[in-house]
């Protein structure tokens, strides 16, 4: 699925604004005829989620029941035309013109619905039901009981119960974009690129819609070269190899970029055209190493939330910037999407900066009962899926995660992730295939993940208070392990949670100080292990969650930043190491 683009053959227009709104706390919306338009709503700012923009809203997880009305550009007549969402939490229900276009489950990835024969020049109604109710059989799952190992059931509950340590905001949170492409039209493009000494190769595989016949013509511009290469479409299939002499070769140090042009081509007309930036990289696994363009790479950085005041986790492109400054500032180099795919826009940033970025699925706080637990896989293996077609071709990604911390129970969840690590090597043999597991030596699908990705909180969930003793425990833990599976292993979580503004010394559990030493006293234990290729402090910056007892303020309050940005202690003590490295 290609991101619209806008050039002389397609184009596309931003349904972003205001939209009508309502809940339906009965679930009598359809019923009553609302899939054809309604007129009893309030206004809505899309994207974002709706919990913080109203005062009824913060709780309530639908359904609810969004509507707006677009006009068709004059020029669009002799086009496909399809409406693309970026991510709609979770469950979503679309209608065009009181036709019911599909439905989609999960958020944070992408869908499209084909409506160019249902469209109008003039007063087209599109309307969206929304579902973000949380159930054991949806992933990632909520409303569980009986889970006694749980951390929120432990520690009292939460509200709104989710399995999950974050909120489970809802409703449109990504751009809805309406896009127009020609009757013979690009409508996949996979990239594949390999180092051999100082020439690169790139792969090119490009699918098209339409019957007509024709041939593909790739090109290849940047860092002083144009290239290009054809190949003859076999059915809706054309390949092609161009070799890149003197290749400028993407890495965080020099994020290089090339343009990658794609063009179908009958007789000498071209019919269509996308463009898409790539940069020419290796990622590999040797021995105790994760390898960059054939170097090993060391990765410093966080896990991040999506979440932000008023906006909630719908997009917002000044924080996106503004969150890649404070990485700059602090001397990250990576981050990993926990727990669920961010934006496009996000990635592609990270292209352009140079951040390493392990991209994960929404699959977070998996259990294994036989209760929904088929349902659960089929939806694990559809985000894998949708992930890896979104994100395939960007050089940032360099690690595909199937999960977050899953209550891993043999003899289930073995099997269950086999599945889920195989889709994912058969989609893309390119990159490594982990998942982040609290379970450790447990963890049975480490047998075969290609890295470890470990979270650990000695010194706060356990030895509270007493960090020595935790650091103590830490590092026969990762000996352990690393003994026991001999790969390489990321420490993907670990830290403390700092109330801003709350001093004490010597440092004490909530102060900023015991904050700072907690994590620059792991990092040290990390730093002696030759096997520990990074370190990803948790978190980022504060972020919401549901209330309970754990959680002040209905916040984490683990992140280095406030969730307005600001820096505790730990961010000035993390760039100190960081950039001393």
């Given at each position: 699925?290609?991101?619209?683009?806008?050039?002389?053959?397609?184009?596309?227009?931003?349904l972003?604004?205001f939209?009508?709104?309502?809940?339906d706390?009965d679930?009598a919306g359809?019923?009553?005829?609302w899939a054809?338009?309604?007129?009893?709503?309030?206004?809505?700012?899309?994207?974002a989620?709706?919990?913080?923009q109203f005062e009824?809203?913060?709780d309530?997880?639908?359904p609810?029941?969004?509507r707006?009305?677009f006009?068709?550009p004059w020029?669009?007549?002799?086009?496909?035309?399809?409406?693309?969402?970026?991510?709609?939490?979770y469950?979503?229900?679309?209608?065009?013109?009181?036709t019911?276009?599909?439905?989609?489950?999960?958020?944070?990835?992408?869908?499209?619905f084909?409506?160019t024969t249902l469209?109008?020049?003039e007063?087209?109604c599109?309307?969206?039901?929304v579902?973000?109710e949380?159930?054991y059989?949806?992933v990632?799952?909520?409303?569980?009981t009986?889970?006694?190992?749980?951390?929120?059931l432990?520690?009292?509950?939460?509200?709104?119960?989710?399995?999950?340590?974050?909120?489970?905001?809802?409703g449109i949170?990504r751009p809805?974009?309406?896009?127009a492409?020609p009757?013979?039209?690009?409508?996949?493009?996979t990239v594949?690129?390999?180092?051999?000494?100082a020439?690169g190769?790139?792969?090119?595989?490009?699918q098209?819609?339409?019957?007509a016949?024709g041939r593909?013509?790739?090109?290849?511009?940047?860092?002083?070269?144009?290239l290009?290469?054809e190949?003859?479409?076999?059915g809706?299939?054309?390949e092609?190899?161009?070799?890149?002499?003197?290749?400028?070769?993407?890495?965080p140090a020099?994020?290089?970029?090339y343009?990658l042009?794609?063009?179908?081509l009958?007789s000498?007309?071209?019919?269509?055209?996308?463009?898409?930036?790539?940069?020419?990289r290796?990622?590999?696994?040797?021995?105790?190493?994760?390898l960059?363009?054939?170097r090993?790479?060391?990765?410093?950085?966080?896990?991040?939330?999506?979440?932000f005041?008023?906006?909630?986790r719908?997009l917002l492109?000044?924080?996106i910037?503004?969150?890649?400054?404070?990485?700059?500032?602090?001397?990250?180099n990576s981050?990993?999407?926990?727990h669920y795919p961010?934006?496009?826009q996000?990635?592609?940033?990270?292209d352009?900066?140079?951040?390493?970025v392990i991209?994960?699925?929404?699959?977070?706080g998996?259990?294994f009962?036989?209760?929904?637990?088929?349902?659960?896989?089929?939806?694990?293996?559809?985000?894998?899926?949708e992930?890896i077609?979104r994100?395939?071709?960007?050089?940032?990604?360099i690690?595909?995660?199937v999960?977050?911390?899953?209550h891993s129970?043999?003899p289930?969840a073995?099997?269950?992730?086999?599945?889920?690590?195989d889709e994912a090597r058969?989609?893309?043999?390119?990159?490594?295939v982990?998942?982040?597991?609290?379970v450790?030596?447990?963890?049975?699908a480490?047998?075969?993940?290609?890295?470890?990705?470990l979270?650990?909180?000695?010194?706060?969930?356990?030895?509270?208070?007493?960090?020595?003793?935790?650091m103590?425990?830490?590092?026969?833990?990762?000996?352990?392990i690393?003994?026991k599976?001999?790969?390489?292993l990321i420490?993907?979580?670990?830290?403390?949670?700092?109330?801003?503004?709350?001093h004490a010394?010597?440092p004490?559990?909530?102060?900023?100080?015991?904050?700072?030493?907690?994590?620059?006293?792991?990092?040290?234990?990390?730093?002696r292990?030759?096997?520990?290729i990074?370190?990803h402090?948790w978190?980022?910056?504060?972020?919401?969650?549901?209330?309970?007892?754990?959680r002040?303020?209905?916040?984490?309050h683990?992140?280095?930043f406030?969730?307005d940005?600001?820096?505790?202690l730990a961010?000035h003590r993390?760039r100190?190491l960081?950039?001393?490295?």
């Amino acid at each position: 699925m290609l991101y619209p683009q806008f050039n002389r053959f397609r184009q596309f227009h931003d349904l972003s604004g205001f939209w009508d709104f309502c809940f339906d706390p009965d679930r009598a919306g359809e019923a009553q005829g609302w899939a054809g338009g309604f007129n009893h709503g309030r206004p809505i700012a899309v994207p974002a989620s709706w919990n913080d923009q109203f005062e009824d809203g913060r709780d309530n997880l639908g359904p609810a029941w969004y509507r707006t009305c677009f006009d068709l550009p004059w020029n669009w007549q002799d086009k496909r035309l399809f409406v693309r969402f970026g991510s709609v939490n979770y469950l979503a229900a679309v209608w065009l013109n009181g036709t019911h276009l599909g439905t989609h489950e999960g958020g944070h990835l992408p869908f499209e619905f084909d409506i160019t024969t249902l469209t109008k020049p003039e007063g087209n109604c599109l309307v969206v039901r929304v579902d973000g109710e949380l159930a054991y059989d949806r992933v990632p799952p909520g409303n569980v009981t009986g889970e006694a190992e749980d951390f929120f059931l432990s520690h009292g509950g939460n509200y709104p119960q989710a399995q999950f340590d974050f909120f489970p905001f809802c409703g449109i949170q990504r751009p809805v974009l309406l896009y127009a492409v020609p009757r013979q039209a690009l409508h996949d493009l996979t990239v594949v690129t390999e180092l051999t000494g100082a020439t690169g190769r790139v792969r090119v595989l490009a699918q098209k819609s339409g019957e007509a016949e024709g041939r593909a013509r790739f090109s290849l511009r940047g860092h002083g070269l144009e290239l290009s290469a054809e190949a003859r479409f076999v059915g809706d299939t054309a390949e092609a190899l161009i070799s890149v002499p003197e290749a400028a070769s993407w890495s965080p140090a020099a994020p290089n970029l090339y343009e990658l042009r794609a063009e179908i081509l009958q007789s000498d007309a071209v019919l269509d055209a996308y463009t898409v930036p790539i940069g020419i990289r290796t990622v590999a696994v040797d021995g105790n190493q994760l390898l960059l363009n054939g170097r090993p790479i060391y990765l410093t950085g966080f896990g991040r939330h999506e979440d932000f005041p008023v906006v909630g986790r719908g997009l917002l492109p000044p924080l996106i910037v503004k969150d890649y400054a404070l990485m700059q500032w602090i001397g990250a180099n990576s981050f990993r999407t926990s727990h669920y795919p961010y934006s496009e826009q996000m990635v592609a940033m990270a292209d352009r900066l140079g951040f390493l970025v392990i991209a994960e699925t929404p699959a977070v706080g998996l259990y294994f009962r036989e209760d929904g637990l088929e349902r659960r896989r089929q939806l694990c293996q559809q985000f894998v899926r949708e992930l890896i077609t979104r994100d395939k071709n960007h050089p940032s990604v360099i690690l595909w995660s199937v999960a977050n911390e899953p209550h891993s129970k043999p003899p289930l969840a073995k099997p269950f992730f086999r599945q889920l690590y195989d889709e994912a090597r058969g989609l893309d043999a390119t990159r490594p295939v982990t998942l982040a597991s609290t379970v450790g030596q447990g963890e049975e699908a480490f047998e075969f993940c290609d890295v470890l990705c470990l979270n650990r909180y000695y010194g706060w969930y356990t030895q509270g208070g007493d960090i020595a003793e935790g650091m103590r425990l830490l590092s026969e833990d990762l000996d352990a392990i690393h003994e026991k599976y001999g790969k390489p292993l990321i420490l993907t979580e670990f830290g403390a949670d700092a109330i801003s503004g709350w001093h004490a010394q010597p440092p004490e559990m909530f102060s900023e100080e015991y904050q700072a030493e907690i994590i620059s006293r792991t990092i040290g234990v990390l730093r002696r292990k030759p096997y520990v290729i990074g370190e990803h402090v948790w978190n980022m910056c504060d972020f919401k969650t549901s209330q309970g007892v754990g959680r002040a303020g209905a916040l984490n309050h683990k992140g280095v930043f406030t969730r307005d940005r600001r820096p505790k202690l730990a961010a000035h003590r993390l760039r100190e190491l960081w950039h001393a490295q």
